[in-house]
């Protein structure tokens, strides 16, 4: 059973930063390719960003594009996100999802695995 958990979700204002953490186990974490999602009451989740199983390949979403950075730690079985410069338009339950072969890695139903979230409040 693979099972992920995210951290460094909080509350901060306009402009500030957060480092998003998942943590996975069960399985070899080097064969598993990481996404980011996030997801509001009032939307459908939505990609925010991924890392191929052996970090050499990294996607964002147009929206996060040069205020994030996704890696992965193997020797940790961490994935993480930095995120900076914060707009309110960011708050939002953040997930993350692994997959063994996740294709095009934007779609959340190309993962099988999922963490429960973290929360991310940015105000104004």
């Known amino acids: 059973q693979v099972q992920l958990v995210e951290s460094g979700g909080g509350s901060v204002q306009t402009g500030g930063s957060l480092r998003l953490s998942c943590v996975v186990s069960g399985r070899t974490f080097g064969t598993w390719a990481v996404g980011w999602f996030r997801q509001t009451p009032d939307k459908e989740r939505e990609f925010v960003s991924a890392?191929?199983?052996?970090?050499?390949?990294?996607h964002y979403a147009d929206f996060v594009k040069g205020r994030a950075t996704i890696s992965k730690d193997i020797s940790k079985n961490t994935a993480n996100l930095q995120m900076h410069s914060l707009k309110p338009e960011d708050s939002a339950t953040y997930y993350c999802?692994?997959?063994?072969?996740?294709?095009?890695?934007?779609?959340?139903?190309?993962?099988?695995?999922w963490g429960q979230g973290t929360q991310v409040t940015v105000s104004s």
């Open positions: 999802a692994a997959a063994l072969n996740p294709g095009t890695g934007y779609r959340a139903t190309e993962y099988a695995y």
């Open positions: 890392i191929s199983w052996n970090g050499g390949g990294t």
